[in-house]
């Protein structure tokens, strides 16, 4: 077993805006006599010192699904991939807009606005940015937008409208990239994000594990984003698809999921760390201890899977004494929740207590045109 010096060394570089040698990532992943509960303990030291027991959540509006010319392997919008997603053009900004009500309502810290595709035309880029301009004008939510490639004419118009972010995921190491994806390279990504960057706009950039990856190519990517100054970092984990190349995820225990979270605290201290796809499926009954080496989560899902119920993911943050960051109280938005919950009956839930969780486990779903759209189906 690893002494306690061990785990407060960790904590104490982290704290000082060090990180680990590749060795110790390795360890802090891959080494059996690594402690969980104490390398938990040690990551929350600092999750704490930058951001205590706040969490901020992020909706998704996957604004434009499918019909991508990309061949990204794991992806069901790709045109190689074959899960059968429901496709449609982007939203109206009537759509986005009253979706994003919906997000604020429902406690969002952060919008996320994510569309299919190499990237925007130079048309596409202004309506982004007019919709980015009408959000920011009539929510107090922070804009984050997901839109393929960029140059830096598009990174200026989207800064311009007031973009506070843009994501853009590395999601493997560099000399993986070229096995999930043939259509664009690493070096494309790493020049979005460096477009975003010079115009000011905040950058989020992640990973998703469990594509055969080897525990020292998660220690890189770790690396390759505090090197770029990454301010968010969505930890995604695979989650399995009939139909996408990608295959199934390998290596996904709650154990690792978690040791990965907390590689990428230690790595990069301040970095909203986020808990993204595949929490619900790869954590199970662990899920709220992901909450204490990340400070950051998805509600409501993501782009084309369902995720736990609103109501289960705040009832989640509270019953671990964690706060929300939101202008709501945490007992307001749950009530909120629950009233809504009990109202519309979820596709993902049903009168088997339960159920929920077990539809999600089994990775299957997909989520319905009403579940992707909810603002257009109410009208
Ligand atoms: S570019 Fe984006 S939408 Fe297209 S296949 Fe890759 S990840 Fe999916």
Same mark, same amino acid.
């Given at each position: 077993?690893?002494?306690?010096?061990?785990?407060?060394?960790?904590?104490?570089?982290?704290?000082?805006?060090? !990180?680990?040698?590749?060795?110790?990532?390795?360890?802090?992943?891959?080494?059996?006599?690594?402690?969980?509960?104490?390398?938990?303990?040690?990551?929350?030291?600092?999750?704490?010192?930058?951001?205590?027991?706040?969490?901020?959540?992020?909706?998704?509006?996957?604004?434009?699904?499918?019909?991508?010319?990309?061949?990204?392997?794991?992806?069901?919008?790709?045109?190689?991939?074959?899960?059968?997603?429901?496709?449609?053009?982007?939203?109206?900004?009537?759509?986005?807009?009253?979706?994003?009500?919906?997000?604020?309502?429902?406690?969002?810290?952060?919008?996320?606005?994510?569309?299919?595709?190499?990237?925007?035309?130079?048309?596409?880029?202004?309506?982004?940015?007019?919709?980015?301009?009408?959000?920011?004008?009539?929510?107090?939510?922070?804009?984050?937008?997901?839109?393929?490639? $960029?140059?830096?004419?598009?990174?200026?118009?989207?800064?311009?409208?007031?973009?506070?972010?843009?994501?853009?995921?590395?999601?493997?190491?560099?000399?993986?990239?070229?096995?999930?994806?043939?259509?664009?390279?690493?070096?494309?990504?790493?020049?979005?994000?460096?477009?975003?960057?010079?115009?000011?706009?905040?950058?989020?950039?992640?990973?998703?594990?469990?594509?055969?990856?080897?525990?020292?190519?998660?220690?890189?990517? !770790?690396?390759?984003?505090? @090197?770029?100054?990454?301010?968010?970092?969505?930890? +995604?984990?695979?989650?399995?698809?009939?139909?996408?190349?990608?295959?199934?995820?390998?290596?996904?225990?709650? #154990?690792?999921?978690?040791?990965?979270?907390?590689?990428?605290?230690?790595?990069?201290?301040?970095?909203?760390?986020?808990?993204?796809?595949?929490?619900?499926?790869?954590?199970? @009954?662990?899920?709220?201890?992901?909450?204490?080496?990340? +400070?950051? $989560?998805?509600?409501?899902?993501?782009?084309?899977?369902?995720?736990? *119920?609103?109501?289960?993911?705040?009832?989640?943050?509270?019953?671990?004494?964690?706060?929300?960051?939101?202008?709501?109280?945490?007992? #307001?938005?749950?009530?909120?929740?629950?009233?809504?919950?009990?109202?519309?009956?979820?596709?993902? *839930?049903?009168?088997?207590?339960?159920?929920?969780?077990?539809?999600?486990?089994?990775?299957?779903?997909?989520?319905?045109?009403?579940? $992707?759209?909810?603002?257009?189906?109410?009208?």
């Amino acid at each position: 077993m690893m002494l306690p010096s061990w785990y407060r060394s960790l904590a104490d570089h982290a704290l000082a805006g060090e !990180a680990p040698d590749d060795a110790v990532c390795e360890q802090i992943l891959s080494d059996p006599s690594v402690n969980l509960l104490q390398l938990i303990d040690a990551a929350f030291e600092v999750r704490n010192h930058h951001w205590g027991r706040k969490v901020r959540l992020h909706v998704l509006n996957n604004a434009a699904n499918g019909r991508c010319p990309e061949d990204c392997s794991y992806c069901s919008q790709a045109k190689s991939s074959d899960v059968d997603i429901e496709e449609y053009p982007m939203k109206s900004a009537d759509e986005i807009l009253a979706e994003a009500e919906l997000a604020h309502r429902n406690g969002a810290f952060r919008y996320c606005l994510v569309m299919s595709g190499r990237g925007p035309s130079a048309a596409r880029t202004r309506e982004i940015a007019s919709v980015v301009r009408q959000i920011k004008a009539s929510f107090p939510l922070e804009v984050c937008v997901s839109a393929g490639l $960029l140059d830096d004419a598009k990174a200026a118009v989207l800064a311009d409208a007031g973009l506070d972010r843009l994501n853009h995921n590395l999601n493997t190491a560099e000399e993986r990239y070229g096995d999930i994806c043939t259509t664009h390279t690493y070096q494309d990504r790493i020049a979005t994000l460096g477009a975003a960057r010079r115009h000011g706009i905040e950058t989020c950039s992640g990973l998703i594990a469990g594509m055969g990856e080897e525990p020292a190519e998660l220690v890189e990517i !770790a690396k390759t984003l505090r @090197s770029l100054g990454t301010e968010s970092i969505p930890i +995604n984990f695979l989650l399995p698809f009939e139909g996408n190349p990608v295959g199934e995820p390998v290596h996904l225990t709650p #154990d690792y999921c978690l040791r990965v979270l907390c590689l990428f605290r230690f790595v990069n201290p301040s970095a909203e760390i986020r808990i993204a796809a595949g929490r619900e499926y790869h954590l199970r @009954s662990m899920e709220a201890l992901s909450l204490y080496p990340a +400070n950051s $989560l998805f509600l409501d899902g993501y782009l084309n899977a369902p995720g736990s *119920s609103t109501e289960r993911t705040l009832q989640m943050i509270t019953d671990a004494g964690f706060e929300i960051d939101a202008d709501q109280s945490a007992g #307001d938005l749950l009530a909120a929740a629950s009233a809504t919950s009990s109202a519309v009956p979820s596709p993902a *839930s049903s009168a088997v207590p339960g159920a929920e969780l077990v539809t999600v486990r089994s990775g299957s779903r997909l989520k319905t045109l009403d579940e $992707l759209r909810p603002a257009r189906t109410r009208r």
